[in-house]
């Protein structure tokens, strides 16, 4: 037993010195003049074989690229992360006024959530006029699969994708959905532009949500107008549909894109 935990503190212990080493592999590079990895073998401290090996699953995961004449530098994955990091710590400021504008034209509960470790990840919320409670709040989470703005995270996303997550998350629905019936609902809402929350998440609420876009077109977040059942039947539900992608493209457009 005490050789078993021994290995699995060992593992953590490797595993936590390779990510910082990765860290550092990357500051070397985001510092310029990293014309080899002998240079960057220099800077961190590493032996040379080290430094490569690492170099090599950075350049693999698209973290770092190696540019011929030049060395190595940031790669996709980086800039993509770091313009996503930005878009979100400007959004909410960007987004409030528009929300509350979208709120007072609804009197219903606004969100404005991002993905976060895979999940929903609420930014902003304005409670809505009516006498009606929302489980969800400013700092909270909830599943991707089953809530409005998670499902218009995932409108990019491919038939894989919303596959594997099926796979994975489809315990968590509200609502029974075969896996066919839930790829054939995401490739309708992705040919729409917009998604709905038919209960997935509490049986009696119901929500219209939109994609948020930055300057390089992704989706950086969502918004949704929610409600219950009582204030949302489906012909209001497709009314609101306008009014929410109309509001998303406007956030969109102070970002940029």
Request: hydrophobic content about 40%; overall charge neutral.
């Given at each position: 037993m005490q050789k078993s935990e021994d290995e699995t503190a060992h593992r953590q212990t490797t595993a936590s010195q390779t990510l910082v080493r990765g860290l550092e592999v990357i500051e070397a590079v985001s510092k310029g003049g990293a014309h080899d990895i002998g240079v960057i073998a220099e800077r961190t401290g590493m032996t040379y074989s080290t430094a490569h090996r690492i170099v090599s699953?950075?350049?693999q995961r698209q973290y770092l690229k190696r540019v011929p004449g030049k060395g190595y530098q940031l790669?996709?994955?980086l800039l993509a992360l770091g313009f996503q990091a930005y878009s979100q710590v400007e959004l909410t400021p960007v987004a409030r006024p528009l929300l509350e504008r979208l709120a007072a034209q609804?009197?219903?509960?606004?969100?404005?959530a991002c993905e976060e470790l895979g999940a929903v990840f609420y930014l902003d919320k304005i409670a809505s006029r009516r006498p009606v409670e929302?489980?969800?709040?400013v700092g909270g989470m909830k599943p991707l699969i089953t809530t409005g703005v998670g499902k218009a995270l995932l409108l990019d996303g491919s038939p894989a994708s919303w596959g594997a997550l099926y796979d994975t998350d489809a315990g968590q629905l509200g609502l029974a959905a075969t896996r066919e019936e839930w790829l054939d609902m995401m490739r309708h809402y992705a040919s729409c532009g917009y998604t709905y929350d038919l209960g997935e998440d509490e049986p009696s609420i119901r929500c219209v949500a939109a994609p948020v876009?930055?300057?390089?077109h992704a989706i950086v977040a969502a918004i949704s107008v929610s409600s219950t059942t009582d204030y949302m039947p489906p012909l209001r539900m497709r009314e609101l549909v306008p009014l929410v992608l109309e509001t998303a493209r406007q956030i969109s457009a102070e970002l940029g894109n």
């Amino acid at each position: 037993m005490q050789k078993s935990e021994d290995e699995t503190a060992h593992r953590q212990t490797t595993a936590s010195q390779t990510l910082v080493r990765g860290l550092e592999v990357i500051e070397a590079v985001s510092k310029g003049g990293a014309h080899d990895i002998g240079v960057i073998a220099e800077r961190t401290g590493m032996t040379y074989s080290t430094a490569h090996r690492i170099v090599s699953v950075l350049v693999q995961r698209q973290y770092l690229k190696r540019v011929p004449g030049k060395g190595y530098q940031l790669g996709r994955k980086l800039l993509a992360l770091g313009f996503q990091a930005y878009s979100q710590v400007e959004l909410t400021p960007v987004a409030r006024p528009l929300l509350e504008r979208l709120a007072a034209q609804t009197s219903d509960t606004v969100h404005l959530a991002c993905e976060e470790l895979g999940a929903v990840f609420y930014l902003d919320k304005i409670a809505s006029r009516r006498p009606v409670e929302i489980s969800s709040r400013v700092g909270g989470m909830k599943p991707l699969i089953t809530t409005g703005v998670g499902k218009a995270l995932l409108l990019d996303g491919s038939p894989a994708s919303w596959g594997a997550l099926y796979d994975t998350d489809a315990g968590q629905l509200g609502l029974a959905a075969t896996r066919e019936e839930w790829l054939d609902m995401m490739r309708h809402y992705a040919s729409c532009g917009y998604t709905y929350d038919l209960g997935e998440d509490e049986p009696s609420i119901r929500c219209v949500a939109a994609p948020v876009r930055d300057a390089s077109h992704a989706i950086v977040a969502a918004i949704s107008v929610s409600s219950t059942t009582d204030y949302m039947p489906p012909l209001r539900m497709r009314e609101l549909v306008p009014l929410v992608l109309e509001t998303a493209r406007q956030i969109s457009a102070e970002l940029g894109n």
